[in-house]
């Protein structure tokens, strides 16, 4: 038989393994033999986890003598996992948690639901105001900016409507570039014609003998191809640059004989408005508007200046500066930056109805009745592209109680250059012809002014007045004043 020997350190090993004591350098307790050893939960440290004692996985691997303790254990004790309250180990602990929460910067900044105090607007979130490292530093979160540019944005607006204004004192304005803005066109009652069907025989007929036709005066394909490269240049560029085809053989509106204006807000006296429907129009603001001239460069009288210069005038025949009576508007819109000929045709729209609106109201200023001519009163606009120039002529319908925009025509820029030519010249041609001979006819006709124009803002101001009730008047304010200077 094989003889049986003993290793003494073996069999202490089974019989005795290794275990903490409380303070991590004590003497050896005695364990059960087969019950696995449990080591003592980790304790908190503040330190990094290289300071922790690393402990083997195995019992095989355990070391005959308890290791060293290092620095960082020295000062702590061992099994001590709940503290007491007023302990240093605890007041380290609860410094060092506060430390990091106050230096966390992962997660955002609380928000607040902050309702205006007024009906001024929408409600909106802002951030809650703490005390901490991060208040003071001059860094402003992202929703604070853009509420200070909704606020300005809102008061810019605000100051930007004229005193008789339709939209006037109203925050909650629609924009040309909603996609709902059409049915805001329709309940105010202009309609876009997207065919030119709604173009009433006699306009049409007045359209194909003086607006449409070919002119004998051909271009030189020097101009031409001016305008072709000009198109093509700013095919990438902003809206601004689009305004470069002004100045070409394609839309030649710069003349000294035209009263030029634009990227002004417009009155909006003479805007369409609906009674029925509570959501406005947006207020014209048009690129450019052509019209006739004003100021110095007037070569209208002394009396036919005086009418259209008139308070109780001015906001209608000059609704913006540059020029009264406009006739012809142009929206530009640039494909590179996002706009669109659909958004250019919304902003040409209220600003059409506008200029026709001040021509019906000057016939019936002058005659004493609505029952104008459909051509009298008509307006054009263009919508520019580098691509593309559309064409329409506004008009009122009495039957319909309505304000079309009728397409005219189309063009491509780099192949129609003289058909966008055509369009502009006859334009003009007829502006400056019967259309202005008209308008001063009737502008004269309102001079010495009408009784119910006199300068006052009484509530009668438009109902007709007795001259010589309204010398009676004047005479007594202007005893009440003198007497009012002698007291």
Same mark, same amino acid.
């Not at 009652?189 to 070919?214: A, M, V, W, Y």
């Given at each position: 038989?094989?003889? +049986? ?35 003592? @939960? /980790? ?13 083997? /996985?195995?019992?095989?691997?355990? @070391? ?36 990091? =929460?106050?230096? =966390? ?10 309702? @205006?105090? /007024? ?20 860094? =402003? ?41 059409? /049915? ?29 036709? +070919? ?13 072709? +490269? ?41 805007? @369409? ?161 019967? =259309? ?47 007497? +009012?200077?002698?007291?």
């Amino acid at each position: 038989m094989f003889a +049986q020997f003993e290793f003494p350190e073996l069999q202490r090993l089974r019989k005795r393994p290794f275990s903490h004591s409380s303070d991590g350098c004590g003497p050896e307790t005695p364990r059960p033999p087969k019950r696995q050893q449990q080591l003592p @939960p /980790s304790p908190s440290t503040l330190g990094h986890s290289l300071d922790r004692v690393s402990r083997p /996985s195995h019992p095989q691997d355990l @070391p005959l003598t308890p290791p060293e303790p290092s620095r960082f254990s020295e000062k702590r004790e061992f099994g001590d996992d709940n503290p007491a309250p007023n302990s240093p180990n605890k007041r380290r602990i609860e410094e060092w948690l506060s430390s990091t =929460r106050s230096r =966390r910067k992962s997660c955002p900044p609380r928000l607040e639901l902050k309702v @205006p105090d /007024s009906d001024k607007g929408q409600p909106t979130l802002a951030r809650k105001e703490t005390s901490g490292p991060d208040r003071g530093n001059g860094l =402003r979160p992202l929703i604070e900016l853009l509420q200070d540019m909704s606020q300005s944005q809102q008061q810019s607006q605000t100051q930007s409507f004229g005193a008789g204004s339709v939209a006037s004192g109203r925050n909650a304005r629609s924009v040309t570039s909603h996609p709902d803005y059409r /049915s805001v066109l329709r309940n105010n009652c202009i309609h876009i014609d997207h065919t030119g069907k709604k173009i009433p025989p006699e306009l049409r007929e007045f359209l194909d003998s003086s607006i449409i036709k +070919q002119r004998s005066e051909p271009l030189t394909p020097e101009a031409i191809a001016e305008a072709v +490269q000009t198109a093509i240049e700013i095919a990438d560029s902003p809206e601004s640059n689009i305004y470069d085809l002004n100045g070409t053989a394609m839309l030649p509106i710069k003349r000294s004989d035209v009263g030029r204006g634009g990227n002004t807000p417009w009155y909006t006296d003479t805007l @369409p408005k609906s009674d029925a429907y509570d959501t406005p129009l947006a207020q014209p603001k048009p690129d450019v508007h052509c019209g006739y001239l004003t100021g110095q460069r007037s070569t209208w009288t002394v009396e036919e200046n005086a009418v259209i210069d008139h308070q109780q005038a001015k906001k209608i025949t000059q609704p913006a500066r540059g020029n009264c009576f406009p006739f012809f508007v142009f929206e530009m819109k640039s494909e590179a930056m996002g706009g669109t000929l659909w958004h250019a045709e919304n902003q040409a729209a209220g600003s059409g109805a506008c200029c026709v609106n001040a021509k019906r109201w000057l016939y019936r200023e002058a005659y004493g009745t609505n029952d104008q001519l459909v051509v009298e009163s008509i307006a054009f606009s263009a919508c520019v592209t580098h691509r593309e120039v559309v064409f329409h002529v506004h008009h009122y319908s009495a039957a319909d109680n309505l304000y079309y925009m009728s397409l005219l025509e189309a063009f491509q820029t780099v192949r129609q250059v003289e058909e966008c030519n055509n369009i502009v010249s006859n334009i003009f041609k007829h502006a400056l012809g019967s =259309r202005q001979d008209k308008t001063r006819e009737q502008v004269k006709l309102l001079y010495p002014f009408p009784a119910h124009w006199k300068k006052t803002r009484s509530a009668s101001v438009m109902e007709p007045q007795n001259p010589a009730a309204d010398e009676g008047d004047a005479a007594k304010d202007d005893a009440s004043n003198k007497s +009012q200077r002698t007291e």
